[in-house]
């Protein structure tokens, strides 16, 4: 099973900062199959990349992925005070899928 | 527009039952896998199961293996979790989420708002 460590734990910006948050794998994942969603508070998760670099339908351009093989990047560009959120990794390319725990997201 | 919406959640003993079933519209449901997903009280996300379009393929975590079981109907837009054997471990919310694959690989591009369920005596 591949397990994902996620930094830092918790995030802590102004709006207009940006926001890099990483996720660690302990395997390659293949093909990038790396996903990122944002949970807002008492809400469902919301796919936000796939394919470590894809940004899902509607998703604004300031979220944006990057890596491969075992070190993958969400940056937000310019952060808003709606996205106080945690944001995990997901890596879907071998059995089982895997989440990350998460790193939250604070807006000063 | 894509829309989920799952019931069946509840309290129950341990050792007990639940079925929780997803009202899926908005898609054209059988070409989609569809997956369950949950979350322990202020924990992370854990996969659980999926299932694909047509029906004839089914996954699950190892924790659930034996007691949960995974099916559809495309006929009535519908997918179900059959959960017996609960134990405490098992409470959370549970999320129906959709893929965007009619198989694999396992993503979910779009998810409901989640039905509770307490596992406790």
């Known amino acids: 099973e591949i397990v994902l460590t996620q930094s830092p734990g918790t995030l802590s910006l102004s709006p207009g900062e940006r926001a890099t948050l990483s996720c660690r794998a302990s395997q390659s994942v293949s093909s990038r199959y790396l996903a990122w969603y944002q949970q807002k508070p008492g809400q469902a998760p919301r796919l936000l990349i796939y394919?470590?670099?894809n940004r899902a339908t509607g998703i604004p351009d300031r979220f944006s992925g990057s890596g491969s093989g075992t070190d993958f990047t969400l940056t937000i560009s310019r952060l808003e005070p709606e996205d106080l959120a945690v944001y995990y990794c997901q890596q879907y390319g071998s059995s089982p899928v895997t989440f990350g725990p998460g790193t939250k997201v604070d807006i000063k | 527009e894509v829309q989920l919406l799952e019931s069946g959640g509840g309290l129950v003993q341990p050792g007990g039952s639940l079925r929780l079933s997803c009202a899926a519209s908005?898609?054209?449901?059988?070409?989609?896998?569809m997956s369950w997903v949950r979350q322990a009280p202020g924990k992370g996300l854990e996969w659980v199961s999926t299932?694909?379009?047509?029906?004839?393929?089914?996954y699950y975590t190892d924790s659930v293996k034996g007691r949960f079981t995974i099916s559809r109907d495309n006929s009535k837009n519908t997918l179900f979790l059959q959960m017996n054997s609960l134990r405490v471990e098992d409470t959370a919310m549970y999320y129906c989420?959709?893929?965007?694959?009619?198989?694999?690989?396992?993503?979910?591009?779009?998810w409901g708002q989640g039905t509770l369920v307490t596992v406790s005596s």
């Open positions: 299932i694909s379009g047509s029906g004839g393929s089914t």
């Open positions: 989420a959709k893929g965007p694959y009619s198989s694999s690989p396992i993503l979910f591009d779009c």
């Open positions: 908005g898609f054209t449901f059988s070409s989609y896998a």
């Open positions: 394919g470590a670099s």
